[in-house]
């Protein structure tokens, strides 16, 4: 089969009308962004090596930046120091040859056919390793040993999104759709000058790779480069979308919409010159999809496992149990697998932290010695096998209540919304470490109110960081008795179905409940008079300030997250529906993809303030609500202030503020159908 290609006389696009002929009928425009929709082979001829390289003009033609056209063009491996190089003639050391069988000719063959690979004509270069691994349909997959060349390479730091990240993207009722990239890297053709450092023997013949192989250290930072750009591109179109290296995930309310944003996508992918694996991806829109090892239920707001990986794990508890015994070696492979399950089963976290602990034993000299395993870590290996098909719930409950605990010498004093508890410690008690005091009146604080906080989100406010640490992360490995102490604290959350999220609140700043658990403040950013004089003069004057404090309030009435203040119209903006005629949101910007998940069931009109960032998920979302173009503000030094620091946020001189008009209630936008476009 020929590469992906668009006959000339049959270009066509997509243009950013809402009307008129359909997508596969529209004259490509001279100018804008072009996304071409007849000619393209769906791909069942398969990836060819480096196939993006003949796409280029095309990735120019959409805006792509400079660096990224030129590693299209050929991608430049980024030495730090020069590899060592060796003949590219026999006789070839045995150890730096690829094991011979009949399933390496056929997976060499294939690579050969895609133009993957090609015999070397090169008179020196470096040679590694090639071997197979079985997929779990137990085809092959060719593994290039790239351990050695690695250490000549400085991989930059870069940030992959995660599974930690999807709940803030999903929103309730979404329908969801997937699409996968096939043999994504080997898209991304290797400048010839470089061909020679991924040279690899088989049966005395010297083959070098022509396109970005797995293996190689700095290949996902420059693959990630090219879909991201892609997924902001998608996003500036109206669709929300988050992309893992080659798996891309979208969502929309609407099932219909979604559809027409899958088949903007097949095109631009198509047209960009992307190889599309259709048998792996999602392409009809759904509320249960697998993406980065979860499924995610949007309907339920629950997340599991996939059951192939139960399978998997569940066969792995099974023969640890049946073995009872465990090296360091296998040690790290079973907690390596369960903490990534602690993820989507509930209370996993907690249940992997004696199996963490137990490991302390296990020598680093003898990795493989055999030990046997305790009663504890058996357990909680049963435990597992027990709970891996239970799904835990990604978006906490909506009732929200906010407790605030204390602890001294004498007594211990909570306040769970306006209802103030004490207790006085036991002879016992009184001997306790402060943390475990902490600890324990947060547990009796709840277990005092029970019966209202069933079902609830339990705010916790507390000053001690310890606390609020072993809560958020489900206990720790430094006390084991605070690691009881939060077990028993868990086993009653899981009784009255209660979700509890932790919050350190500095001494110094006790009456401030916005500080994150991690011992940072959110922005308590305020805007000035002079440019809210501007906004309210174009959009009317709001009822409300749904996220502020006393001292960041736009107007005199307001909501704080600080349940000490009594000033305060409400705490929480996210505790109750919306219903205004026109409110202020401006949240720390972490906060916005849950403002847009809250909008969905709000009505009335809401001025939205936020950064302007290109690459941010949630930005599409914002766009495609919007009723009016935004207001933007440059030049905020003297305008704009983080009232935790009273000092202007930082990078402020390239920050871009926007201001939004948004309508409330569940977007319905189409492709085409940007804010600005339509003005």
Not at 165 to 189: G, K, N, W
Not at 543 to 566: G, K, M, N, P
Not at 576 to 584: D, G, I, P, S, Y
């Amino acid at each position: 089969m020929s590469l992906v290609h668009l006959k000339t006389k049959e270009r066509v696009a997509i243009t950013r009308a809402t009307r008129g002929p359909p997508l596969s009928q529209r004259e490509l425009p001279a100018k804008g962004d072009p996304i071409t929709t007849a000619g393209f082979d769906r791909g069942n001829g398969g990836t060819r090596g480096g196939q993006l390289s003949q796409f280029v003009h095309r990735w120019r033609q959409l805006g792509a930046p400079p660096q990224l056209c030129s590693l299209i063009e050929g991608y430049a491996i980024p030495f730090a120091m020069v590899p060592p190089f060796r003949g590219l003639r026999p006789p070839f050391p045995r150890l730096s040859s690829t094991p011979q069988s009949p399933q390496m000719d056929a997976v060499i063959q294939s690579l050969l056919d895609s133009d993957m690979i090609s015999p070397s004509t090169e008179s020196s270069g470096f040679i590694s390793p090639m071997f197979l691994v079985y997929k779990g349909d137990g085809s092959p997959r060719p593994v290039f040993n790239l351990k050695r060349l690695n250490t000549f390479l400085q991989p930059k730091k870069f940030r992959l999104i995660n599974h930690f990240r999807v709940p803030s993207f999903l929103q309730r009722e979404d329908f969801l759709a997937s699409i996968d990239l096939s043999q994504a890297y080997c898209h991304v053709p290797i400048t010839p000058r470089h061909r020679r450092f991924l040279s690899f023997v088989y049966k005395d013949t010297v083959y070098q790779w022509t396109c970005l192989p797995f293996g190689l250290a700095t290949a996902p930072q420059a693959f990630a480069q090219l879909t991201n750009w892609v997924a902001s591109y998608l996003r500036n179109k109206g669709i929300r979308t988050i992309v893992y290296l080659d798996d891309f995930l979208f969502a929309h309310q609407d099932p219909s919409l979604l559809e027409e944003h899958l088949r903007y996508v097949t095109q631009l992918l198509l047209f960009l010159g992307w190889q599309i694996n259709f048998k792996k991806s999602q392409m009809v829109p759904t509320q249960l999809i697998n993406f980065l090892g979860i499924t995610w239920n949007t309907k339920s707001l629950q997340m599991s496992l996939p059951e192939a990986k139960v399978l998997s794990i569940s066969n792995l508890l099974l023969s640890t149990i049946h073995r009872s015994q465990w090296s360091l070696k296998s040690a790290q492979i079973l907690i390596g697998v369960l903490n990534f399950a602690a993820f989507a089963v509930p209370l996993g976290r907690l249940h992997l932290r004696w199996i963490q602990i137990a490991t302390r034993p296990l020598r680093r000299v003898r990795p493989r010695q055999l030990l046997p395993l305790s009663e504890r870590v058996l357990g909680e290996l049963r435990w597992w096998q027990e709970n891996l098909r239970h799904s835990s719930s990604f978006h906490p409950p909506v009732n929200r209540v906010f407790l605030s605990t204390d602890a001294s010498d004498r007594a211990w004093g909570a306040e769970i919304s306006g209802t103030h508890i004490q207790g006085l410690w036991s002879r016992v008690q009184q001997s306790w470490h402060i943390n475990r005091k902490e600890l324990y009146a947060v547990r009796a604080a709840i277990l005092s109110s029970s019966s209202r906080l069933r079902n609830c989100t339990v705010v916790l406010q507390t000053d001690n960081k310890t606390v609020a640490a072993y809560i958020r992360k489900q206990g720790g490995l430094r006390s084991a008795t605070l690691l009881r102490e939060t077990e028993k604290l868990f086993q009653l959350t899981s009784a009255l179905n209660l979700h509890i999220l932790p919050f350190f609140i500095p001494g110094r700043l006790n009456s401030l409940a916005d500080r994150l658990s991690r011992g940072s403040a959110p922005p308590d950013w305020h805007l000035g008079s002079s440019i809210t004089r501007i906004v309210f003069s174009r959009w009317g004057v709001p009822e409300i300030d749904l996220f502020a404090t006393y001292r960041s309030r736009v107007v005199d009435a307001y909501v704080t997250r600080d349940s000490h203040d009594h000033h305060a119209a409400f705490t929480d903006a996210f505790s109750r529906l919306w219903n205004f005629t026109l409110a202020w949101v401006f949240p720390p910007p972490p906060l916005l993809p849950q403002v847009l998940h809250h909008l969905n069931s709000a009505q009335g009109l809401f001025l939205v303030v936020a950064p302007r960032w290109s690459k941010v998920f949630w930005r599409a979302d914002l766009k495609a609500r919007a009723i009016a173009p935004p207001l933007v503000f440059r030049d905020l030094k003297q305008h704009l202030t983080d009232l935790t620091t009273d000092q202007p946020p930082p990078q402020i001189d390239e920050m871009i503020l926007e201001i939004w008009l948004i309508r409330g209630g569940v977007s319905r936008s189409r492709i085409g159908r940007r804010p600005i476009d339509d003005f």
